[in-house]
């Protein structure tokens, strides 16, 4: 096994992040290398997202012969790990097959007990001949100190070229937050950046499981699906299905997916944007209104501070929070996007008229 940058890609809401976390996964379990899957929720500690899979995957490798001893070495450190931040972190919950080791993983320092932690399973896992690579989901959600510490430990690991490896996702300020952490994060990870398709890839994106049921759609219709969707993998998924269910007959016309969309939107606005929606107070309502008033973004903080009759330093508070729940993120200083694709629209639908200015 020869040492590799982890990666982490980076998007909006809806470009097929997860579902490429969870390909890249199935590939590298084909092809025999221990994984660890894990999505971070908002108020989720790290360690107790790590500990469980992490004993899993220790256990599967002590079936090892020649990697036994080293296993059971990293399952004590585990051991050692959990009750030493047990204090700390109330919410790690993990089976502890073996007595700690002193001194190994147990200061109840989270750095330097996870990197002890990580360097005891990658040597386990490069004795049997095998990697192991931690699949994280929803990364932007972590605390910075614990991702001071995930990166201290793989920066660790990659300089005592052991396997062990980081495919994480996350919203785009997750690049700026793992560069807060630590400020060698840059040079020790990859950042794709998952978008929107091209127009070309978004055709085939419609076209090709149509035609693999033996079904045609005219290039009005599929401009018109293109055009409204954004070229976004998730509302391709949706315009595609209502499309389909609409149109009587092959081919799917233009007025099939006319048709379409006023159940596409509908379906959209109950679930992958309602749900969003439903989490946030009143006054973060407002502002993610005032914002989408002034369109798509990104914009200003002072223009949408001008939307509301307030000063920017009121709002701070409410953008910072906006923030941490993943709502909305800043490309530059002083730049407010959304994180969900077409969220403009949605707010102006659910919050018509004035009356949210009151």
Request: glycine content about 8%; proline content about 5%; hydrophobic content about 40%.
């Given at each position: 096994m020869l040492p590799a940058r982890s990666l982490l890609m980076v998007g909006l809401r809806g470009v097929g992040k997860t579902v490429l976390l969870d390909r890249m996964r199935d590939d590298a379990e084909a092809a025999g290398i221990h994984t660890l899957r894990m999505e971070a929720p908002e108020g989720r500690s790290l360690p107790a997202l790590l500990?469980?899979?992490?004993?899993?995957?220790?256990?599967?490798?002590?079936?090892?012969?020649?990697?036994?001893?080293?296993?059971?070495?990293?399952?004590?450190?585990?051991?050692?790990?959990?009750?030493?931040?047990?204090?700390?972190?109330?919410?790690?919950?993990?089976?502890?097959d073996f007595d700690p080791e002193p001194g190994l993983a147990d200061n109840g320092d989270l750095e330097h007990d996870l990197l002890a932690l990580l360097e005891s399973a990658g040597e386990a896992a490069r004795e049997a001949g095998t990697a192991l690579a931690l699949f994280i989901d929803e990364l932007q959600y972590v605390e910075e100190d614990e991702l001071a510490a995930l990166i201290?430990?793989?920066h660790r690991t990659a300089q005592r070229k052991l396997p062990v490896i980081l495919i994480g996702?996350?919203?785009?300020?997750?690049?700026?937050?793992?560069?807060?952490?630590?400020?060698?994060?840059?040079?020790?990870?990859?950042?794709?950046?998952?978008?929107?398709l091209p127009g070309d890839a978004a055709r085939v994106a419609i076209t090709k499981p149509l035609h693999d049921q033996h079904v045609d759609i005219t290039p009005e219709a599929l401009d018109r699906i293109v055009g409204e969707t954004h070229g976004y993998p998730y509302f391709l998924q949706e315009w595609g299905k209502h499309s389909w269910e609409t149109a009587p007959a092959s081919p799917i016309a233009e007025s099939d997916v006319e048709t379409a969309s006023a159940g596409a939107v509908a379906a959209l606005d109950e679930s992958f944007f309602r749900v969003r929606f439903d989490r946030l107070t009143p006054a973060e309502r407002r502002y993610l209104r005032a914002m989408a008033e002034l369109g798509p973004?990104?914009?200003r903080s002072g223009d949408i501070a001008a939307e509301l009759d307030r000063n920017v330093t009121s709002l701070g508070p409410t953008r910072s929070q906006l923030i941490v729940k993943g709502m909305i993120w800043s490309p530059n200083h002083g730049d407010t996007a959304f994180t969900v694709p077409l969220f403009d629209e949605f707010m102006r639908r659910i919050m018509p008229g004035n009356a949210w200015r009151d």
């Open positions: 500990a469980p899979q992490l004993r899993q995957a220790l256990l599967r490798l002590s079936r090892v012969e020649r990697a036994r001893d080293l296993s059971t070495r990293a399952l004590r450190a585990l051991s050692g790990f959990a009750r030493s931040l047990k204090v700390k972190y109330a919410d790690i919950e993990v089976g502890l201290t430990a793989l996702a996350g919203l785009p300020q997750l690049r700026g937050r793992m560069g807060h952490a630590k400020s060698y994060a840059e040079r020790l990870f990859e950042f794709p950046e998952i978008g929107a973004g990104p914009h």
